[in-house]
């Protein structure tokens, strides 16, 4: 069975620092992996994805994140955190199946201070 | 180019009492997801359209919940009757369609519903 793991539920880090938000997954075969990223009354929004090819994705507002298969991961990163990225943050994960779904973590809420 | 349109984004009910969203997806998109999102955690899938066909609708509770999307653009989502525990947030999302078999396909969510049942 398909399952995506956030470890942290919030995650603090200061204006300008290094940010990491953790995720970790298990699914059958190859896997597809997904960060969105939801504002205050808002539907998520894509940042990047993970299909295929170069393990590390650049996506939206500077954002990156690197699969590792053997640790099953894909944490999310940004090298100079803004205080306008303090939103909630969510993983996910489907299979390359046809049958497969797509599963999302339960989130993590990241708060950069000024 | 417009995204996914949701309305109404807001609706206050009493238990027991039917209520439906509608979703516009984006055009040209085949692919339709509903979502159901309680407070603090994540989506978590109703029911997937491929055009006009629901290919997976095994989370949806069916006693009380139905969709249906025809003519494979607009959707509606209707709870009959609503009961406390519906209080959620309902989302919509769309993509271009299956990538490869598989769901690779980016999904753009709409602004989605926030039902509170009374």
């Known amino acids: 069975a398909q399952s995506v793991a956030q470890p942290e539920d919030q995650v603090n880090v200061a204006e300008g620092n290094p940010l990491t938000v953790k995720c970790t997954y298990s699914?059958?075969?190859?896997?597809?992996l997904f960060w969105y990223v939801q504002y205050p009354n808002r539907g998520l929004q894509f940042l990047l994805k993970y299909i295929t090819g170069d393990n590390l994705v650049k996506g939206s507002y500077g954002f990156e994140a690197e699969f590792n298969k053997s640790q099953t991961s894909f944490h999310l990163k940004k090298p100079s955190a803004l205080v306008s990225d303090s939103a909630l943050y969510f993983c996910?994960?489907?299979?390359?199946?046809?049958?497969?779904?797509?599963?999302f973590g339960s989130g993590t809420r990241l708060s950069i201070r000024p | 180019e417009a995204g996914v349109v949701q309305s109404p984004r807001y609706k206050i009910i009493e238990k027991k009492q039917p209520v439906a969203f509608w979703c516009n997806p984006i055009s040209g998109h085949n692919t339709l997801y509903w979502y159901l999102q309680n407070l603090g955690q994540g989506p978590e899938l109703l029911i997937r359209y491929e055009n006009e066909e629901a290919v997976d609708d095994s989370q949806l509770p069916k006693d009380r919940f139905s969709a249906e999307r025809l003519k494979g653009v607009d959707s509606t989502l209707k709870i009959q009757p609503a009961e406390l525990g519906d209080s959620a947030v309902y989302l919509c999302a769309s993509s271009l369609g299956a990538v490869a078999g598989g769901q690779g396909e980016t999904q753009y969510f709409g602004p989605g519903t926030r039902l509170l049942v009374l």
């Open positions: 699914v059958s075969g190859n896997p597809y």
């Open positions: 996910a994960v489907s299979g390359a199946s046809s049958a497969s779904k797509i599963i």
